[in-house]
């Protein structure tokens, strides 16, 4: 599965905004997909990902309350909605896919497919 998220751009703080991960493949049902986001010179950190026919989802702490996250199978696309942002929340945020052989969960090594990155930049 290929996947390419977009929907970044520079926003103030309180403001939403809402990142889009589009999926090319006819398998994308059976992945769970997740976000990720990557602040400069820190380590790429879980943000929140949903299971396969969204019955489970799971946020960050820093996302829980303020961010969610859906999916649409029949269009093969996974939505983050960002309110409330924060300058903290300045990243550049990726979509992965994990096709589930090793669990569901948060951990990098789980996903085994990436997108390229969409800079959200919170400006105060």
């Known amino acids: 599965v290929q996947l390419q998220a977009s929907g970044g751009g520079v926003v103030q703080v309180g403001d939403s905004l809402r990142l889009s991960c589009a999926a090319s493949?006819?398998?994308?049902?059976?992945?769970?997909i997740a976000w990720f986001r990557q602040a400069p010179e820190k380590e790429r950190e879980f943000v929140a990902a949903?299971?396969?026919?969204?019955?489970?989802?799971d946020y960050s702490d820093s996302a829980k309350d303020r961010f969610t996250i859906t999916r649409n199978n029949v269009n093969q696309s996974v939505y983050l909605q960002m309110n409330d942002l924060k300058p903290e929340d300045t990243a550049v945020y990726y979509c992965?896919?994990?096709?589930?052989?090793?669990?569901?969960?948060?951990?990098?090594?789980?996903?085994?497919?990436w997108g390229h990155g969409t800079l959200v930049t919170v400006s105060s």
């Open positions: 992965a896919a994990d096709s589930l052989e090793n669990g569901f969960g948060r951990d990098v090594w789980l996903y085994d497919y």
């Open positions: 493949g006819r398998i994308f049902h059976v992945y769970a």
């Open positions: 949903i299971s396969t026919r969204s019955s489970i989802t």
